[in-house]
């Protein structure tokens, strides 16, 4: 990016660094959100009342609520609240936004691995009872196989939203790819270039995120013949 024309060059150091930030924080928040999302959705199809519950109202606030708000919450009001308890925790810009988008994005998992899960017909849970295994084999070894085929293109989706949606942690300082382009659209006067420099940065990383991952459905697909 040195290479680039004013006013990108000379400051290319600050747009890498955001660039940076905006993909580590996309991995480790996509990495906690299908964790979350995982556990979410299967407690989503419990046949227990009291296991479904806890995840469907924490699936019903964070879907229900702006990721801005989430992330402000996460921010400003968490630690206090923590302190108010007796827990002395101290979150940072960083890892404020990849709580807030961590459960924002697994909320939206939980739903695509519960739709995932349901579309696989009832017979095939019944059999491999019947053939011995327990619950949790049977989910295991037989419908959640089954199920990632079906849920990889939406998580797919999810995780590129997420890249995206990463840029709201400008909100609370936190020195991303889109808050570089903000502090140096201030400093030189000139909106026009550095964001549409910015623009090219996200569009080259939701490009290779998405080569990515669609090597990784072929594969899934492959392997599930």
Known sequence: MRLMPEPIGSRADLFVEGARTTLYLTVVSGIIG????????????SVSGWVRAPASVFIWLVRGTPLLVQILFVYNAVPPILQSIGINVQLNEFWSAVVALSLNVGAYNAEVIRAGIQAIPRGQSEASRSLGLSGAQTMGSVILPQAMRVVVPPLVNNLVALLKDSSL????????????????????FQPIPVLTAVAAVYLALTTVMTLFTDQLEKRIKIAGR
């Open 34 to 45: 299908l964790v979350v999302g995982m556990a979410a959705g299967l407690m989503r199809t």
């Open 169 to 188: 942690a400008s909100a609370i300082a936190l020195v991303e790819l889109t808050l570089a382009g903000q502090r140096v659209s201030s400093e030189t």
